[in-house]
Each structure stands twice: as structure tokens, then as C-alpha cells.
């Protein structure tokens, strides 16, 4: 039983140093940095917002304006996570506190994208490390965040990352 728990730990270490080495391989590789978003992305945010919404065939659901976005971010409403490449901002996740009245403490996944032109790099993988490592951080129990059931993209990234799909819950909202 010994020698196995041995074992066991140290394939885990291994795992999770090879894990580590292909994140800083895939950074160096395609240039890519993850950083706090500042008030100057705002713009690039806004746009990639509109982009996802058109993937997900609702342009005209966008209805908060880029002054919107530019006021609540500088009131710390939600804050994200941004990939650049080449001083551009090419991906995105953006988040903020909430809490879970079941498990308490919860960091909330608003939206994640990656423009369509940086898709299937990697990009979205290194975006959602951070997002998670930000909740560990922040000393939440658990992260949530929506996908459309059509998304199977997303849906087989989501899975691939050991998350649990809900089912049997409605998405309620009301517009004010």
C-alpha cells in the first residue's frame, strides 16, 4: 500500500510538472501573455463581448454600451482576465464575486472568449487557469458560469476540464 501511494504521488508530480512546462511552452511559443485587464482594454473587452454574441446568434443582445462598460469597470462591478498577443487583446474572461447561499464564497464567469482568428491555441485553456487560480486565490469554493446547450465547442472544453454540467436548472432573468 506504501509503494503505491508513493507511486501515485509521484505521477501526480509528474503530471503536474509536465502540465506546467507545456503552459510555459505553449506561452513562449505563441507569444501570448494573461494579465489583469485595466481600464485601457476596456475598448478590446467590449468588442470581443460583441464578437461572442454574434457566435452565439444574438448580436442585438448587446445593449449595454461601451460607456457602460468603461463606468462599471472603474467601479470594480466585474474585472477580467485578458490574452494578448502582439499588444492586441485577443481573449478574454471576465468575472466577479458573488456567493453561493449553499457553498459561499463564488467567483462568477461572466463571459470567455477568444477571438475567432486565435481559436484552438491554447489561449482559452491558459484565460480559464487564471480565472481559476484567481478563485484559489480569493479563497472561493466554488466557480460557476453558464454555456448554451449548443455549444459543444465550449461544452467539450468544459468537460475536458473536469466541470459539472447542470441539467434539471432554468435560466430565470427579468430586464429592468
Wanted: hydrophobic share 40%.
Amino acid at each position: 500500500m506504501h509503494l503505491l501511494v508513493k507511486h501515485l504521488s509521484l505521477s501526480f508530480y509528474i503530471i503536474s510538472k509536465r502540465l506546467t512546462e507545456n503552459h510555459q511552452n505553449l506561452k513562449q511559443k505563441m507569444k501570448i501573455s494573461i494579465r489583469e485587464g485595466v481600464q485601457a482594454d476596456v475598448p478590446a473587452i467590449y468588442q470581443l463581448v460583441k464578437e461572442l454574441a454574434i457566435y452565439e446568434k444574438e448580436p442585438e443582445a448587446v445593449t449595454a454600451s461601451l460607456a457602460d462598460y468603461n463606468k462599471d469597470f472603474s467601479e470594480g462591478i466585474f474585472e477580467a482576465f485578458v490574452a494578448e498577443s502582439e499588444e492586441k487583446v485577443v481573449g478574454l474572461a471576465i468575472y466577479y464575486m458573488t456567493y453561493s447561499t449553499w457553498k459561499g464564497k463564488m467567483l462568477y464567469l461572466e463571459d470567455f472568449v477568444v477571438a475567432q482568428s486565435h481559436r484552438n491555441q491554447g489561449i482559452g485553456q491558459l484565460l480559464f487557469d487564471a480565472y481559476k487560480k484567481e478563485a484559489h486565490k480569493r479563497d472561493c469554493r466554488i466557480i460557476k458560469w453558464q454555456v448554451l446547450d449548443w455549444n459543444e465547442p465550449a461544452i467539450k472544453f468544459y468537460k475536458k476540464n473536469e466541470a459539472i454540467i447542470e441539467k434539471g436548472w432554468y435560466n430565470v432573468k427579468m430586464f429592468l
